[in-house]
């Protein structure tokens, strides 16, 4: 990321924190089907992405487009049986170093590119109906049986 064209620049100077109380992960269970699970803290706090952001000129419109992206890294233990990555979650006592408040070494940053503790992460599985943006309900992200608990209740 601080080499490639694409990431370096906004890994120098356009860092930032994007804030969240959860994501979602999808585990592929076979070649048509996939599981979704809600990966939170296990005290349901809130916590920080690390991301870039880049402004750039779109060459058909001439428009300004201000994105951002999410940074991942390997999965911790909680995440690695769902999928192979995870956002780098940076821990709050590191948020001045990662947005350039404190002036940290680039080596350090990549450093800081990590997967979370897993002891303070947990993944539930939720509704499927929660991969369709026009479903919009707290429910969603309530944790539901997994489709082999479901099999297993249905062979008793």
Not at 11 to 26: M, N, Q, T, V
Not at 108 to 128: G, T, Y
Request: with cysteine; charged share 30%.
């Amino acid at each position: 990321m601080a080499e490639k064209p694409a990431f370096r620049e906004a890994f120098k100077s356009r860092r930032c924190l994007i804030p969240a109380d959860g994501f979602y992960e999808w585990k592929k269970l076979d070649a048509k089907t996939r599981e979704p699970y809600a990966i939170t803290m296990k005290d349901r706090s809130p916590f920080a992405f690390a991301g870039l952001w880049e402004r750039w000129k779109d060459k058909t419109s001439g428009e300004v487009v201000r994105s951002c992206t999410i940074i991942t890294t390997t999965p911790n233990e909680v995440c690695w049986p769902i999928h192979d990555r995870m956002p780098v979650i940076v821990p709050p006592q590191d948020y001045g170093k990662w947005i350039g408040e404190d002036e940290v070494d680039p080596v350090r940053l990549l450093q800081m590119l990590k997967p979370f503790p897993a002891e303070a992460m947990m993944a539930s599985p939720v509704d499927p109906r929660v991969g369709n943006v026009k479903n919009d309900e707290a429910a969603l992200i309530e944790p539901v049986a997994t489709a082999h608990q479901v099999m297993e209740a249905e062979a008793e």
